[in-house]
């Protein structure tokens, strides 16, 4: 079974530095995906970044940015230039394949607060 | 851009009593899923369903559990008889088959199940 850790229970910055989110994850997939999601107090998942474990390049959105290292099986996320609207939970999450009953995993997450 | 919509936002029920969580998924998409989340804890997987019938289901969908595509647009959770530990929240999500986004699952903003 996949598992996915998050050890951060919660992180501060400070607006417009850069935070970078931990996770790893173990599995025996050679092809999976990984995701984070961001959890606003209003409730909604919604998603951040993707990455390919076959895609050797690291992905990015705007401001965030992953360092996926297949061997050691961690997956962090960086956001650049904070902003407030940063604010909220974020879940790093594992799909293994893209099958019937494909899945995701999440870790137990972690909070980020954006200090004006 | 496509969302997934789900009713209720929100619901107060009393134990015992049945509850129907109803979703829109995205409409090209053919997979698709529900999950819970009780407050402050990890998001958790309850079932997988694709081609009319539950492709994977976690423990935490037990008998009191079911799903349904009505119609060729809905996507409901029935709780037959609720618990006080079935409160939660509950996200409805989807995903394509194929194509650039097909590894990629979208969620609802979520029901908020109450039970008292």
């Known amino acids: 079974a996949q598992t996915v850790t998050q050890s951060q229970p919660e992180m501060s910055v400070q607006e417009a530095e850069t935070v970078t989110l931990s996770c790893t994850y173990d599995?025996?997939?050679?092809?999976?995906?990984l995701f984070w999601y961001k959890q606003p107090p209003s409730r909604q998942m919604i998603l951040v970044i993707r990455?390919?474990?076959?895609?050797?390049q690291n992905a990015t959105e705007n401001r965030f940015s992953v360092n996926f290292q297949k061997a050691a099986k961690s997956f962090s996320l960086k956001i650049s230039d904070s902003q407030l609207g940063d604010t909220a939970m974020y879940f790093c999450a594992f799909m293994k394949h893209l099958g019937a009953n494909s899945k995701l995993t999440f870790g137990k997450g972690i909070t980020l607060s954006v200090r004006p | 851009e496509p969302e997934v919509t789900q009713t209720p936002s929100h619901q107060v029920t009393q134990m015992g009593q049945e509850v129907i969580l109803r979703c829109v998924p995205i409409?090209?998409?053919?997979?698709f899923y529900w999950y819970r989340q009780i407050l402050g804890q990890k998001v958790e997987f309850l079932v997988s369903?694709?081609?009319?019938?539950?492709?994977?289901k976690s423990e935490i969908f037990d008998d009191q559990f079911s799903v349904e595509r009505p119609d060729g647009s809905n996507f409901t959770l029935k709780i037959r008889s609720t618990k006080l530990e079935d409160s939660a929240m509950y996200f409805c999500?989807?995903?394509?088959?194929?194509?650039?986004?097909?590894?990629?699952?979208?969620f609802g903003e979520g029901s908020w199940l109450t039970v008292v």
């Open positions: 990455q390919e474990a076959y895609k050797q």
């Open positions: 599995t025996s997939e050679n092809n999976y995906y």
């Open positions: 369903f694709y081609n009319n019938e539950i492709s994977e």
């Open positions: 409409s090209n998409h053919l997979y």
């Open positions: 999500a989807s995903r394509r088959q194929g194509g650039v986004s097909g590894n990629t699952i979208y």
